[in-house]
């Protein structure tokens, strides 16, 4: 046979099961072109010229990866319902003479043919697309560009030489199947029901175990830097238990109604139970795969949705001044150089000092225990792994200065503490500090006083105001004896916080604060000692100056990059959710043709065959979203710790964001299942042949 007819038989199979072959060749084009996006925006030489661009793209640079991952993943599976509908046509024509060898050489055609229209297709649209992309991305980091597009050959050739290799694989796994099965399987493939797997009822109390675990690890985590690993653990649960219980539990419950007869002796109940109870196996994979993609869109558009649009309360938090100056010297008086340059800057812009805040701050850090706070005296080497969920930060001031920053008159006693838990939870009346003593502790409503680091910071931290600054310098001396005796634990210092607001704009500020960085600069000898904290003292303060306009641009690059990555992470999820659906549904209804014609010829009518198909649709194919939201409802608390790690403190925003991206995914759940039913009942009741 000459290559030109196997070409011609590839492209015929093709056409032939277009409602097969069609969504999945959509779906490759849709996966390679935002594989090409994300990619060429990671490499994007137009970002450079926007301030947070690289931030962004970093952000971009591990979507690559995600997409390259779940397309291997999400491909190789879809492919298998295209392998299971062709077996019989495949038997057929090995049954009239054609060998396996033949046979290959069709699948390998077939296998190029789509590999080139997916591929061209998928690039001619990410080129086209990228700059819409480009354009959306830039205008999140407030920049701007032109309307030229842009054609990069390395996204090209990288994505090109991924999806060929992928494409290469599904054509390795589609031979292997044609060589091991026998031509009388091929023509009965798809009337070979599946056996119900074994001790289905201890898979199912596994399952629901598991999941009840995976659940309980998000409800009770407390600490938001314990709720990082927790939700890496919780995933890894959720998704074993989701499989073992669709894919056993469903057995489990089919059985159950089985049992029931009153609901199990009825015309629309009896033909869809007993057809769905013996292939669940694979029909559980297939809603349990649903469940875990139509999560993964929900938690990941929810959450980055909810950072993105508390980007600005987020940069007031974390920058409570325009510009914020931090000073470590062992006499403050040799502080006031600074401040005189910041005056002198700030008339020469004809600009003035508002909302002055003025105070000195010790921070540390340690591991807590309960009640007890133990400075770290022995390096990170010795640090357990259980002291990791324990660290904490901590921030120190007197009560004058406290006093001076609230407008109050607060007043305390010799032995006790006012505390403030920020990012962490603290539940007892006393605190003992190693080392240096133990006093009682007074919550507080509300921060002492402002601090950005503490916001910054992915650990938790407690504001505390002590009565003096005695007491400040005695945890300072002894922290800093540990220090000397440990060459790997840095010295800590009381430091000056000043920080003051401006009336002008961003660009405005940005010049002052250069001016102020560069003058400060040239009085210690040079900027290398800017933001250097830890360094061993010298004859000149070590300073640390922030600005909110600068900062801005970080955090919108932070949030927008991670909203623009939730985006399209959330729609290639979209697809995979939308195919498996549509897959599930068609092939079920090839599957169960013959079975609904026979009821049909026997006097079964069309509306009973409607009612049989809604019975299965109402018992099983809802299960998934139903179960993505119950997932979604006992992480809410999980992914609410890490997102305030992130600076997201709002949680009822949190909450409405969530539940109206569950609305909208049950509409877009509802109107993809009305489209797929449509076809899975043209082609049950005989009105399309095969």
Not at 68 to 82: K, Q, V
């Amino acid at each position: 046979m000459r290559g030109g007819f196997y070409i011609r038989l590839a492209k015929d199979g093709i056409m032939k099961n277009r409602k097969l072959y069609f969504p999945y060749i959509l779906t490759c084009i849709c996966m390679i072109m935002m594989f090409y996006i994300v990619y060429y925006l990671g490499f994007s030489a137009d970002f450079t010229a926007v301030r947070g661009g690289d931030m962004l793209q970093s952000f971009l640079g591990m979507g690559v990866f995600v997409i390259a991952i779940f397309s291997l993943i999400f491909l190789y599976y879809t492919n298998s319902f295209l392998i299971r509908r062709r077996q019989k046509e495949f038997g057929l024509y090995n049954i009239l003479g054609m060998g396996k060898r033949n046979l290959v050489k069709i699948l390998i055609w077939e296998n190029i043919l789509t590999a080139l229209i997916s591929i061209l297709a998928g690039l001619v649209m990410g080129i086209l697309f990228s700059k819409l992309a480009e354009l959306a991305a830039i205008r999140i980091l407030g920049g701007e560009t032109g309307f030229s597009i842009r054609i990069e050959s390395r996204p090209i050739i990288v994505a090109s030489v991924l999806f060929l290799a992928i494409f290469f694989l599904i054509m390795l796994r589609m031979i292997f199947y044609i060589f091991r099965l026998r031509p009388a399987e091929m023509l009965k493939s798809e009337n070979v029901g599946e056996k119900p797997p074994r001790a289905n009822w201890v898979l199912a109390l596994a399952g629901a175990v598991l999941l009840a675990g995976a659940y309980y690890l998000a409800v009770a985590v407390i600490d938001p830097m314990s709720a990082i690993v927790m939700f890496l653990v919780a995933v890894v649960m959720v998704i074993f238990a989701t499989y073992l219980l669709f894919i056993s539990g469903s057995v489990a419950l089919c059985r159950l109604l089985q049992k029931n007869k009153r609901y199990y002796y009825k015309t629309k109940h009896f033909v869809s139970l007993s057809s769905m109870v013996y292939r669940m196996k694979r029909n559980g994979a297939g809603l349990a795969s649903i469940c875990i993609l139509s999560t993964m869109v929900l938690v990941t558009v929810s959450s980055t949705v909810c950072l993105y649009a508390q980007t600005e309360d987020a940069i007031q938090s974390r920058y409570p001044h325009d510009i914020t100056m931090e000073f470590r010297s062992a006499d403050y008086r040799e502080t006031e150089p600074y401040k005189e340059i910041v005056d002198d800057v700030l008339e020469e812009y004809s600009e003035t000092a508002e909302n002055i805040e003025d105070f000195h701050v010790y921070s540390m850090a340690g591991f807590q225990s309960g009640n007890e706070f133990r400075l770290s005296d022995g390096g990170l080497a010795e640090m357990g792994t259980g002291d990791v969920d324990s660290i904490r930060s901590v921030y120190m001031i007197s009560l004058e200065d406290y006093n001076r920053l609230s407008g109050e008159n607060a007043e305390m006693s010799e032995g006790e503490f006012l505390l403030y838990p920020f990012k962490a939870e603290y539940d007892y009346d006393t605190i003992s500090i190693a080392g240096c003593g133990a006093w009682n502790v007074k919550l507080l409503d509300q921060p002492p006083f402002p601090d950005g680091t503490a916001q910054a910071n992915v650990i938790g931290a407690y504001f505390i105001v002590v009565k003096d600054m005695s007491v400040i310098r005695q945890i300072e001396e002894y922290r800093n004896s540990l220090a000397k005796e440990d060459g790997s634990i840095s010295l800590t210092y009381i430091e000056e916080s000043y920080g003051f607001d401006l009336a002008c704009g961003d660009e405005k500020q940005t010049e002052i604060y250069n001016t102020i960085l560069e003058r400060i600069g040239k009085l210690t000898g040079g900027e290398e000692n800017a933001g250097n904290k830890t360094a061993d003292a010298v004859d000149y303060p070590h300073y640390y100056i922030d600005s909110k306009a600068g900062g801005r641009t970080d955090l919108i690059a932070i949030n927008g990059g991670l909203f623009f990555l939730g985006v399209l992470l959330g729609a290639v999820f979209l697809f995979g959710t939308v195919l498996i659906m549509y897959y599930k549904q068609i092939s079920e209804g090839y599957e169960d043709q013959d079975r609904f014609d026979i009821l049909m010829k026997v006097g079964m009518s069309q509306k009973e065959v409607k009612q049989s198909i809604n019975s299965q649709v109402l018992t099983v194919f809802f299960l998934p979203l139903v179960m993505a939201g119950v997932h979604l409802a006992f992480a809410f608390p999980l992914i609410s710790k890490i997102l305030l790690l992130m600076s997201a403190t709002e949680e009822s925003l949190l909450i409405i964001v969530t539940v109206c991206c569950y609305l909208v995914f049950t509409i877009l759940y509802v109107i993809v299942y009305n489209i797929t039913s449509k076809g899975y009942y043209g082609i049950v009741s005989g009105k399309e042949k095969r």
